[in-house]
């Protein structure tokens, strides 16, 4: 909560009428104190999608090896699509996405993802995001916090292969600004979890179609690399 205190100063009392003595009126200060109500808004959405595998004599050739090789964890990453992305440690990564425009603002987020690959799965997990831009932009790092976990996992069904992927998001907003304040949560809710889900909906589609392509690529490049 935030308090913006505003000062006024009453008009001191003069006069110049013969009266016997001369009235003094006092100075008296009057605060006002303005409340400004903040609320927050939670936001999620989630995605399960499952795509055939290939099927290769070869263990070698297992998808979790694939997903272990560096060019796994760029697929992971989706490289592709960031501005750059540097390692933080052995499974640590900061990822930097091209900036978005929104009205007169121009921000970059920055996002760094740890991705931890096992011999049974693979998770992709966010440990922070923010946005990058001027200080009117940076502030807003502190109204906002996400969570993201990509959890791949892979199996056989009927004697097919599989590559299963569980993503989850959920975002905090805080609603500080009129007149969002003035309206209920779920005003905010309700198109923000929409909207969320449309875009999970499209991109984790997209994503293992190209990992799976990404897949096929590496396991030729191997078999390629075998040849005398």
């Known amino acids: 909560m935030s308090l913006s205190i505003k000062w006024h100063e009453q008009l001191q009392g003069f006069t110049s009428l013969p009266f016997p003595t001369t009235p003094t009126f006092n100075t008296r200060k009057r605060v006002q104190v303005i409340r400004v109500i903040t609320k927050e808004a939670n936001l999620c959405a989630a995605k399960k999608e499952r795509i055939k595998l290939p099927s290769f004599d070869d263990d070698r050739f297992h998808i979790r090896e694939f997903l272990s090789h560096p060019s796994g964890t760029e697929d992971m990453l989706n490289t592709r699509a960031l501005q750059s992305f540097e390692p933080l440690g052995t499974d640590t990564y900061r990822c930097a996405l091209p900036k978005l425009k929104l009205l007169n603002f121009e921000a970059s987020p920055v996002v760094d993802l740890r991705v931890k690959p096992t ?9 922070s995001c923010m946005f990058e831009g001027s200080q009117a932009v940076e502030r807003q790092n502190s109204r906002f916090s996400a969570i993201m976990t990509n959890h791949m996992s892979w199996g056989t069904d009927d004697s097919e292969s599989f590559l299963e992927v569980d993503v989850n ?3 905090t907003l805080e609603i500080y ?8 949560v779920s005003a905010v809710e309700r198109p923000g979890n929409l909207m969320i889900q449309a875009l999970l909906d499209r991109l984790v589609p997209l994503l ?3 990992l799976l392509q990404d897949y096929e690529e ?11």
């Open 177 to 184: 600004t009129h007149p969002f304040t003035m309206m209920p």
């Open 208 to 210: 293992l179609q190209q």
């Open 169 to 171: 998001l959920k975002l």
């Open 119 to 127: 011999n049974e799965d693979c998770m992709v997990e966010m440990l």
């Open 218 to 228: 590496w396991v030729h490049k191997q078999l390629n690399d075998d040849l005398p």
